[in-house]
């Protein structure tokens, strides 16, 4: 069984930043992928960004060039550095675990950006 738990949510203005992290607990593969999603009401969740254990990179078009996926494998932790944020980026954000067996999920950390 895998955890995981993300922080660094919150409420911000537009053009600002915030950075989320998720950490990783139980049985887990060292050859995964760990990423972030977000959804938002109404909306299907969607891939934001996503990287491999061995450093390769995933992301959304709307977030490259503002967001940064990061991960430190000692530690069983990714992040996600979201600069110059946007009303659209509102969402609930979730982490992401995928390797040999099922997807696991965090329970989510709310990013709201106001206008």
């Known amino acids: 069984q895998v955890q995981l738990v993300e922080s660094g949510g919150g409420l911000v203005q537009a053009g600002g930043s915030l950075r989320l992290s998720c950490a990783a607990s139980?049985?887990?593969?060292?050859?995964?992928?760990m990423g972030w999603y977000r959804q938002s009401p109404g909306k299907q969740r969607e891939l934001v960004a996503a990287m491999t254990s061995v450093g390769s990179t995933n992301y959304k078009d709307s977030v490259k060039g503002r967001f940064t996926i990061s991960r430190d494998n000692a530690k069983n932790m990714v992040f996600l550095q979201m600069n110059n944020l946007k009303p659209e980026d509102t969402a609930v954000y979730y982490c992401?675990?995928?390797?040999?067996?099922?997807?696991?999920w965090g329970k989510g950390t709310l990013v709201t950006v106001s206008s």
């Open positions: 139980g049985r887990i593969f060292s050859i995964n992928t």
């Open positions: 992401n675990l995928r390797s040999s067996g099922p997807d696991y």
